[in-house]
């Protein structure tokens, strides 16, 4: 049986003669912020005071010993490094294994018999990649630092909502493989299911050693009771399991997640009581289409799972630290959970960051999360030459086989903006004919999908229309990225269209007031303030920012607290403005999937969960308008000149509802109301138009209209906030322990006037306190009650000092 002997201690690192003690997995900044030689770079302008880290070499070293590697139970010994971050020589007592260049493969060394001075030595990212780009020639980039010349987490050299923090280091896990006979290489599972009956077609690749050359193998696997067996004479063989009465496993929202144990072992057929290694993962049974057909409206975009069209509702995720190392099982966990709270079911995995590592897609199969995974090209034109080329094919073919078990994993994609780039950022006329990526989205990585994983389908890049003949982004045709309404206009626009499929659009807000005061520490907060400044990494974020808030509200002057707040309304609302407007046009448009999810240290961004895990108000209004039923107010459409009220169901089951529309004064009087008996069929929308005698009169500043149903509330003001005649906001609130949790406390919010988007700011309380909902607006005479976990002691004063309301102008 093949012996396994992890490599984690004993490691030091060193640079020019100074040498430290190292932790693997690591990297460099984790062995220098644990040795106290560098400050915390998420903290203030720290990220300055770091960042010679990483433009030089390091050096890490340990002993191989005999005990570890002789040849005493066992005929060969393979040094095996999961990851290398990423240009590096590997040594053995000065005798050179390899080189390497790429963060996204694994890399494996025979060391049998091999003792000594065990030494891995690393290239500043920045060297590597200048020496790329003098091979290759220059190519042009949408930000100015060189990630494109060199195969390493795109986002460590910084981006619009993260730090330049480059690292280098073993970030994965290093072990020595101890084995005889032969060991099993590759597996690649081709999981398929035709009605009830699911099929596991296992190819299996073995390597040899020198004795076991010839040597008849015998590969026996199972799946769910279902058993086959097969010889393998040279190295490969293929077993195929039949498995009757399988249960499929569906996104969340649509059914059960059922995993199967999947093992496979290999014999030495001469000895088949003794097995010389073994593979398991957990497969699912289901099927998956992406229906990319003409229709009247241009060319769709639509998931198929199981024969069921599916509205996704996502979330884009970028790696969760920029020091990746640092990213636990128990982290992707609680991340990946606060989506499927927010009734989110895909997550994309984004292309300037990581093929994740194997518990992120464990815990998405588990949870129901649909995954469309980037190869990883973003926002650059890359050369195709040597030796990237190489890299390339490589990084794909050992990704590709690594996560097709999952059946999470629902698309492959090949770039991230890189085919609009080309078309629209200027990019065509600098390269003046030279390669650009183009060859490795149409060409080279569909080959690799359709060779090794033909169960999924495969798209060339986000956004796409599926030809040269359509704009890369055209709304009509494929898959949409909408920024130029957090760039330039107002969030109201995101109503001008409906796209096929949103893949990103989003809108900026800082973090939690208790993460900033931690990355900020002494700092006098202001929305210009030195850190909160050097913590906004967009284009003219802070701009930006000042102009959503200025287009509703008055924007506060010298008041960072109110600032803080309408910056988090502002970015709730527009992103429920898009997904409710998109969500109204199923089947038309077929997805929203939201940038962003979180982020990777604390910022000003997109996030609806921030760089210390704390969640945005967006978060819980995900929650709501990501739920399966969806109640929403539309300004007009098709059916009316007016307001339109929108039923969403996406249940399996029909909804059938008496929505309550009132007309409702400014001062609290009840102007008009009706009733409204309504059945949405199961998957599908229902469009009415709201009766004229309860739609506030156009341009109206003291009426506006609320709609009703079990529990959900849609709102239309026929003016923007500044324009509207609001009370002065009256609520009275009482605070209650909850009885046999004394850290948990019931916050009690009665309504004397209308109240807009009202938000407890839980952490104001207590840095790790937390609510259980965002915002909400109550009616005169309404109550809410809003709970708090880790607000043990607080009193009514406490709270009402953490919670905010819209104002009258």
Same mark, same amino acid.
């Given at each position: 049986?093949?012996?396994?002997?992890?490599?984690?201690?004993?490691?030091?690192?060193?640079?020019?003669?100074?040498?430290?003690?190292?932790?693997?997995?690591?990297?460099?900044?984790?062995?220098?912020?644990?040795?106290?030689?560098?400050?915390?770079?998420?903290?203030?302008?720290?990220?300055?005071?770091?960042?010679?880290?990483?433009?030089?070499?390091?050096?890490?070293?340990?002993?191989? @010993?005999?005990?570890?590697?002789?040849?005493?139970?066992?005929?060969?010994?393979?040094?095996?490094?999961?990851?290398?971050?990423?240009?590096?020589?590997?040594? +053995?007592?000065?005798?050179?294994?390899?080189?390497?260049?790429?963060? @996204?493969?694994?890399? /494996?060394?025979?060391?049998?018999?091999?003792?000594?001075?065990?030494?891995?030595?690393?290239?500043?990212?920045?060297?590597?990649?200048?020496? +790329?780009?003098?091979?290759?020639?220059?190519?042009?980039?949408?930000?100015?630092?060189?990630?494109?010349?060199?195969?390493?987490?795109?986002?460590?050299?910084?981006?619009?909502?993260?730090?330049?923090?480059?690292?280098?280091?073993?970030?994965?896990?290093?072990?020595?493989?101890?084995?005889?006979?032969? /060991?099993?290489?590759?597996?690649?599972?081709?999981?398929?299911?035709?009605?009830?009956?699911?099929?596991?077609?296992? @190819?299996?690749?073995?390597?040899?050693?020198?004795?076991?050359?010839?040597?008849?193998?015998?590969?026996?696997?199972?799946?769910?009771?279902?058993?086959?067996?097969?010889?393998?004479?040279?190295?490969?063989?293929?077993?195929?399991?039949?498995?009757?009465?399988?249960?499929?496993?569906?996104?969340?929202?649509?059914?059960?997640?059922?995993?199967?144990?999947?093992?496979?072992?290999?014999?030495?057929?001469?000895?088949?009581?003794?097995?010389?290694?073994?593979?398991?993962?957990?497969?699912?049974?289901?099927?998956?289409?992406?229906?990319?057909?003409?229709?009247?409206?241009?060319?769709?975009?639509?998931?198929?799972?199981?024969?069921?069209?599916?509205?996704?509702?996502?979330?884009?995720?970028?790696?969760?630290? &920029?020091?990746?190392?640092?990213?636990?099982?128990?982290?992707?966990?609680?991340?990946?959970?606060?989506?499927?709270?927010?009734?989110?079911?895909?997550?994309?995995?984004?292309?300037?960051?990581?093929?994740?590592?194997?518990?992120?897609?464990?815990?998405?199969?588990?949870?129901?999360?649909?995954?469309?995974?980037?190869?990883?090209?973003?926002?650059?034109?890359?050369?195709?030459?040597?030796?990237?080329?190489?890299?390339?094919?490589?990084?794909?073919?050992?990704?590709?086989?690594?996560?097709?078990?999952?059946?999470?994993?629902?698309?492959?994609?090949?770039?991230?903006?890189?085919?609009?780039?080309?078309?629209?950022?200027?990019?065509?006329?600098?390269?003046?004919?030279?390669?650009?990526?183009?060859?490795?989205?149409?060409?080279?990585?569909?080959?690799?999908?359709?060779?090794?994983?033909?169960?999924?389908?495969?798209?060339?890049?986000?956004?796409?229309?599926?030809?040269?003949?359509?704009?890369?982004?055209?709304?009509?045709?494929?898959?949409?990225?909408?920024?130029? &309404?957090?760039?330039?206009?107002?969030?109201?626009?995101?109503?001008?269209?409906?796209?096929?499929?949103?893949?990103?659009?989003?809108?900026?807000?800082?973090?939690?007031?208790?993460?900033?005061?931690?990355?900020?520490?002494?700092?006098?907060?202001?929305?210009?303030?030195?850190?909160?400044?050097?913590?906004?990494?967009?284009?003219?974020?802070?701009?930006?920012?000042?102009?959503? +808030?200025?287009?509703?509200?008055?924007?506060?002057?010298?008041?960072?607290?109110?600032?803080?707040?309408?910056?988090?309304?502002?970015?709730?609302?527009?992103?429920?403005?898009?997904?409710?407007?998109?969500?109204?046009?199923?089947?038309?448009?077929?997805?929203? &999937?939201?940038?962003?999810?979180?982020?990777?240290?604390?910022?000003?961004?997109?996030?609806?969960?921030?760089?210390?895990?704390?969640?945005?108000?967006?978060?819980?209004?995900?929650?709501?308008?990501?739920?399966?039923?969806?109640?929403?107010?539309?300004?007009?459409?098709?059916?009316?000149?007016?307001?339109?009220?929108?039923?969403?169901?996406?249940?399996?089951?029909?909804?059938?509802?008496?929505?309550?529309?009132?007309?409702?004064?400014?001062?609290?009087?009840?102007?008009?109301?009706?009733?409204?008996?309504?059945?949405?069929?199961?998957?599908?929308?229902?469009?009415?138009?709201?009766?004229?005698?309860?739609?506030?009169?156009?341009?109206?500043?003291?009426?506006?209209?609320?709609?009703?149903?079990?529990?959900?509330?849609?709102?239309?003001?026929?003016?923007?906030?500044?324009?509207?005649?609001?009370?002065?906001?009256?609520?009275?609130?009482?605070?209650?322990?909850?009885?046999?949790?004394?850290?948990?406390?019931?916050?009690?919010?009665?309504?004397?006037?209308?109240?807009?988007?009202?938000?407890?700011?839980?952490?104001?309380?207590?840095?790790?306190?937390?609510?259980?909902?965002?915002?909400?607006?109550?009616?005169?005479?309404?109550?809410?009650?809003?709970?708090?976990?880790?607000?043990?002691?607080?009193?009514?004063?406490?709270?009402?000092?953490?919670?905010?309301?819209?104002?009258?102008?």
């Amino acid at each position: 049986m093949k012996d396994v002997t992890p490599l984690t201690e004993g490691w030091s690192l060193s640079h020019d003669g100074a040498s430290l003690d190292a932790a693997v997995p690591g990297c460099v900044h984790t062995d220098l912020l644990a040795a106290g030689i560098i400050p915390d770079p998420y903290i203030g302008l720290n990220e300055h005071e770091v960042a010679w880290v990483g433009r030089r070499s390091w050096t890490y070293t340990r002993e191989l @010993h005999p005990a570890e590697t002789a040849q005493q139970a066992h005929e060969c010994t393979d040094l095996v490094f999961d990851g290398l971050d990423t240009s590096a020589h590997v040594h +053995v007592a000065g005798e050179t294994l390899g080189r390497t260049r790429n963060m @996204h493969r694994s890399y /494996r060394f025979d060391v049998t018999g091999r003792t000594g001075e065990l030494r891995a030595e690393f290239a500043s990212a920045y060297d590597e990649a200048t020496a +790329v780009r003098e091979s290759t020639g220059t190519r042009p980039n949408a930000y100015p630092e060189p990630f494109q010349y060199i195969r390493k987490m795109a986002c460590s050299f910084g981006w619009d909502w993260g730090p330049t923090v480059v690292t280098a280091g073993m970030w994965r896990p290093v072990r020595l493989e101890h084995w005889s006979t032969a /060991r099993i290489a590759r597996v690649r599972p081709l999981v398929t299911v035709e009605g009830t009956t699911g099929r596991v077609e296992l @190819h299996v690749e073995v390597e040899r050693t020198r004795q076991g050359a010839g040597r008849p193998l015998v590969a026996h696997a199972s799946v769910a009771g279902a058993t086959a067996r097969a010889t393998i004479d040279g190295d490969r063989g293929v077993l195929v399991l039949d498995v009757p009465d399988v249960a499929l496993w569906w996104p969340r929202g649509y059914g059960e997640q059922p995993l199967y144990d999947l093992a496979l072992t290999i014999f030495d057929e001469s000895v088949p009581d003794r097995a010389l290694d073994t593979w398991e993962r957990r497969v699912g049974f289901r099927t998956v289409e992406l229906d990319r057909g003409a229709d009247a409206h241009g060319t769709g975009f639509t998931f198929v799972v199981n024969g069921v069209r599916v509205f996704v509702r996502g979330v884009n995720w970028i790696p969760d630290d &920029v020091l990746p190392s640092r990213i636990s099982p128990e982290r992707y966990r609680t991340r990946l959970r606060q989506a499927a709270e927010a009734n989110i079911d895909l997550v994309r995995v984004w292309g300037g960051g990581l093929y994740e590592d194997d518990a992120f897609y464990d815990t998405c199969d588990e949870l129901g999360l649909m995954v469309w995974q980037d190869f990883l090209f973003a926002c650059s034109a890359y050369p195709e030459e040597q030796p990237l080329r190489g890299e390339v094919e490589a990084e794909a073919r050992e990704n590709v086989v690594r996560l097709m078990p999952h059946p999470s994993l629902v698309l492959w994609n090949g770039n991230n903006e890189n085919l609009w780039g080309f078309r629209d950022w200027d990019w065509e006329p600098e390269l003046a004919g030279d390669s650009w990526g183009e060859g490795y989205y149409l060409g080279l990585l569909p080959r690799v999908v359709a060779e090794l994983d033909p169960t999924r389908p495969y798209t060339a890049g986000s956004p796409w229309s599926g030809s040269w003949d359509h704009h890369p982004n055209d709304p009509d045709h494929g898959t949409h990225h909408s920024w130029e &309404v957090w760039n330039r206009q107002d969030y109201t626009e995101y109503r001008a269209n409906v796209p096929r499929f949103v893949a990103e659009f989003g809108w900026q807000a800082p973090p939690a007031m208790a993460t900033l005061r931690r990355a900020l520490p002494g700092e006098t907060l202001a929305p210009d303030s030195p850190g909160m400044l050097h913590h906004q990494k967009a284009g003219d974020g802070n701009g930006k920012l000042n102009r959503g +808030v200025a287009r509703h509200f008055d924007l506060p002057e010298g008041d960072f607290d109110r600032w803080h707040y309408l910056t988090q309304v502002v970015q709730a609302r527009a992103v429920a403005t898009g997904i409710e407007h998109w969500r109204a046009h199923w089947p038309r448009c077929a997805g929203t &999937v939201v940038w962003q999810l979180n982020d990777c240290w604390p910022v000003s961004s997109w996030s609806a969960v921030d760089g210390d895990g704390r969640l945005k108000p967006l978060h819980h209004e995900l929650r709501r308008v990501y739920a399966d039923r969806l109640l929403t107010l539309q300004p007009d459409g098709e059916e009316s000149s007016g307001p339109v009220l929108a039923l969403v169901n996406q249940s399996a089951e029909p909804w059938t509802t008496a929505v309550a529309l009132r007309l409702m004064r400014a001062d609290g009087s009840l102007a008009a109301r009706t009733r409204l008996e309504l059945t949405a069929a199961p998957r599908t929308v229902l469009r009415v138009p709201v009766p004229q005698d309860v739609v506030p009169a156009t341009g109206s500043a003291e009426e506006y209209l609320a709609a009703d149903a079990e529990g959900l509330r849609a709102l239309h003001f026929a003016v923007r906030d500044r324009e509207f005649a609001y009370p002065e906001p009256r609520f009275g609130i009482s605070v209650e322990t909850v009885t046999g949790d004394r850290d948990t406390v019931d916050v009690v919010v009665t309504a004397q006037t209308l109240v807009r988007d009202l938000l407890l700011q839980a952490d104001r309380i207590a840095p790790d306190a937390r609510a259980d909902c965002g915002l909400v607006t109550l009616l005169p005479g309404e109550r809410t009650r809003i709970r708090v976990y880790g607000a043990a002691g607080a009193g009514a004063n406490t709270v009402r000092a953490a919670l905010f309301c819209v104002q009258p102008a």
